[in-house]
């Protein structure tokens, strides 16, 4: 036997012995990280809430577009607080999608139970 070997090295495959890389596949997928599929329930409540969400982004577009065109148009005099709900409103889907932007995508949040 060789003694520069690692006698509990893995192969790509998964067989004991055959070297593979650190880390690599050794065996079956734990089940406990499968998830199970959603349920009607879970369904439903999501449905809900992403209707509730289009809804209520629509009405917040509506008056944030009459605030600004009330205020540009005949006479152009937006203030201060204009040009402050124009940085919220067009900084908004930054931070709700931040945890995209740092690399956590949707399949990788995982619930704590």
């Known amino acids: 036997m060789d003694p520069t070997a690692n006698p509990n090295a893995t192969a790509p495959g998964g067989a004991p012995g ?14 406990s990280f499968i998830p199970a599929p959603p349920t009607e329930l879970a369904k ?6 992403a209707g509730t969400a289009v809804t209520l982004n ?10 600004i065109y009330a205020r ?21 889907p930054m931070f709700n999608f931040s945890p995209l932007y740092f690399g956590a995508t949707p399949h990788l949040i995982r619930s704590s139970h």
């Open 72 to 92: 540009s148009l005949p006479v152009f005099r937006l203030a201060w607080d204009d040009y402050t709900i124009i940085v919220a409103y067009v900084s908004d």
């Open 58 to 67: 629509v009405i917040s577009f509506l008056v944030f577009g009459g605030r």
């Open 44 to 49: 439903s409540v999501a449905y809900a809430f």
């Open 18 to 31: 055959a070297g593979g890389p650190p880390g690599g596949f050794t065996g079956p997928p734990d089940p």
